[in-house]
């Protein structure tokens, strides 16, 4: 929070000018109202104080008694504008620490004159600013020279009564909103539009989006090469006989700059170039906030870095460009670590897992993962296999194998999976070369090695597999676990060496896209959107290996049914994959608090025997899903219910975990 002092002036109706109050703004993150500092005295309330108050009004009364508690009643009388009741009372500290008797008269009376500057600013902020508001304590105003001995007399007989009266007049509406050069006091060019500011004539003139509009104009104007945007002031008038606010922003955007040289620094344990060699931004390239935020989350990509920060120089150099300072903050070498995941449809599994961030030095990682699975009922194929199934595996990757866009990663596994369609166990690895060409686009190439044993209804079969499988992925979005806008894209071309009994010559073929579009700035309201599709030519259907066929259903591709349920069958109703699928599925995240959300969903898709998908037998699910928004992502969950539940083989599908589902 960073307190900003402003002075709202008021316009009589015969035009004079006065000063109506000189205020300090502190804008409190989740909060409705804007609250005003006051000196911190010995015995005022803590933040922490404040916030047990809040959250639970009885702790405030466990805690140990304040040397000469006084007691007291707080009323509130609020006339004019109802809904301005919830704003008045929130930023009110004499009814948030109302069962937290303060020390002394003076205490109380310290508080009844803080609430003054803290209900008036939450008026401002929903808009009233001709609005009336009396406090009395014991009967008296708080600045009165004989208050004290009131509330003396008074505690005698009980909790001294505290009233807040509040009128709250007519709401104000915004007017005539200038943005001027504080220089020439011209309008500045190409300046922000009032709708992207929330400053359109005629809605609701809140403060808070006067203050909220500072920092839009500034980060425009630092888009457009500006870094030393700033707003030098800004001048506020409500005009009382119209109730309208009138606002000019009086900017100082500063020089157009590129960007200069760069320095780093707290990168103890990587190698000196290792930062410099990835920081592909060259001194002379217009100045870009885009540009630096998609460095920083490049440079976080890597495991042992926790914390990119840029300081920017307080000016320019000789040819005019901005010098950057790159503070980097390592996180601890090695860690460990267990998840969970719980579906009533797909499974259950448990992970364990060990971890280096910096194995050799050089940013290399490696994570050796232990997991346990439960299938949770009987497979299809195999009823009498054991519902237990293991994973253990080796993650490797080496950064800058070739040149600093280029990294080595591998995967060696040894596991034992259970699914409807089969039982397999198998020794796998997966390795290659992962090339990035931009902060958007990669594209790896590798080797995919398989030696399997797999149990279906036909019974055991070994399965050989080698392919050279093509990964290109795309990623603009601004969020790994909770995107409100961009694109992300994947797609996979894997030509077969060995596909089990088909030998050489299959070819592998999907890709799947997702979107995101934020209806507000707030991003309170996303809606989000994937297609999925893939084939395989060229394989017989009979030899092809179960476990690198096509299946839907599930968690991961269509909610409510079953794990796989929604899958080609033979003669015998048994899954048995198929060598093509489509999947499609639409959210609307809605926000209903900072912390709470709520996403109605649609999945749609099915797999088929055919290697084109026929779009035969598509089937549909939908539901609602609850969202608790935490630091590090949203934790998921949803519930679904399928469009036909013979198929589906259950009537509704639960699904937790962290992230959204796509």
């Known amino acids: 929070m960073r307190p900003t002092h402003r002075r709202l002036t008021s316009r009589s109706t015969s035009g004079e000018v006065f000063v109506r109050l000189s205020y300090v703004f502190l804008v409190a993150a989740g909060a409705s109202a804007l609250f005003c500092a006051s000196p911190a005295r010995a015995d005022d309330p803590t933040f922490f104080d404040q916030a047990i108050a809040w959250f639970n009004p009885d702790a405030a009364q466990k805690e140990a008694p304040v040397a000469d508690a006084v007691p007291y009643d707080v009323s509130f009388e609020v006339t004019g504008d109802g809904d301005a009741r919830s704003a008045v009372t929130q930023a009110s500290n004499l009814e948030t620490l109302r069962r937290a008797p303060p020390s002394g008269a003076a205490g109380l009376v310290r508080r009844a004159l803080a609430d003054n500057d803290r209900i008036v600013a939450a008026l401002f902020s929903q808009g009233y600013y001709g609005g009336h508001l009396k406090i009395t304590v014991a009967g008296r105003p708080p600045d009165a020279p004989d208050v004290f001995a009131a509330v003396d007399a008074a505690r005698k007989a009980g909790p001294v009564p505290v009233v807040v009266r509040v009128e709250t007049g007519p709401r104000f509406t915004f007017g005539e909103v200038r943005i001027l050069d504080a220089a020439t006091r011209k309008p500045l060019p190409s300046p922000p539009t009032l709708r992207s500011l929330n400053l359109l004539t005629g809605e609701p003139a809140r403060s808070t989006a006067v203050i909220a509009a500072e920092g839009r104009i500034v980060a425009r104007l630092r888009d457009e090469a500006h870094p030393f945007a700033k707003i030098t002031a800004k001048d506020v008038v409500a005009d009382h006989a119209t109730r309208t606010l009138n606002v000019t922003f009086l900017v100082a955007p500063g020089p157009v700059a590129t960007f200069g040289p760069f320095t780093v620094s707290g990168a103890q344990s990587l190698p000196p170039n290792f930062v410099p060699e990835r920081i592909d931004i060259r001194p002379g390239e217009p100045f870009s906030p885009d540009r630096l935020e998609r460095l920083r989350r490049r440079l976080l990509t890597y495991e042992i870095i926790g914390s990119v920060r840029f300081i920017e120089a307080d000016r320019l150099n000789a040819r005019g460009e901005l010098p950057i300072e790159v503070q980097i903050g390592e996180r601890k070498p090695r860690y460990v670590g267990f998840s969970a995941n719980y579906s ?8 364990a897992f060990w ?4 194995l050799f030095g050089g940013g290399e990682t490696l994570r050796l993962d232990a997991q346990a699975s439960w299938f949770g009922e009987k497979s299809d194929a195999v009823p009498d296999a054991d519902p237990f199934g293991y994973k253990a595996s080796a993650t490797f ?17 040894v596991l034992r999976e259970v699914t409807n369609a089969y039982v397999r166990e198998a020794v796998t690895f997966l390795g290659g070369v992962r090339h990035r060409f931009n902060d958007y686009m990669s594209l790896q190439v590798g080797l995919d090695l398989e030696a399997s044993k797999v149990e279906d209804s036909d ?3 070994d399965y050989p597999i080698a392919g050279v499988p093509f990964d290109f992925n795309f990623d603009n979005t601004d969020s790994l676990l909770d995107p409100s806008r961009g694109v992300r894209a994947s797609a996979t071309v894997e030509p077969f060496a060995y596909f089990g009994g088909d030998g050489a010559g299959p070819v592998l073929m999907k890709a799947s896209i997702s979107t995101y579009k934020a209806l507000d700035e707030d991003n309170r309201f996303i809606l989000a959107g994937k297609v999925a599709a893939g084939s395989i030519f060229g394989a017989q259907y009979e030899n092809a290996p179960p476990q690198r066929l096509f299946y839907v259903g599930g968690g991961g591709t269509l909610r409510g049914y079953e794990y796989q349920a929604a899958s080609p069958r033979n003669a015998q109703g048994i899954i048995v994959g198929g060598l093509s699928f489509f999947t499609a599925s639409a959210e609307a995240r809605i926000r209903i608090t900072d912390t709470i959300g709520i996403v109605p969903f649609f999945d749609l898709g099915a797999a088929f025997a055919s290697d084109v998908p026929d779009f035969s037998n598509l089937q549909y699910s939908y539901g609602i899903g609850l969202r608790y928004y935490t630091a590090i992502g949203p934790i998921r969950l949803d519930l679904a219910f399928p469009g036909d539940a013979q198929v589906a083989g259950t009537n509704y599908g639960l699904y937790v975990s962290l992230g959204q589902s796509f």
């Open 459 to 461: 019974g055991w079969r």
């Open 397 to 413: 990757m080496k950064p800058g194998i070739f040149t600093p866009n280029d990294d080595l990663v591998a995967q060696a596994s």
């Open 344 to 351: 009533n449809t797909d499974g259950s599994t448990a992970n």
């Open 355 to 358: 971890g280096h961030r910096n």
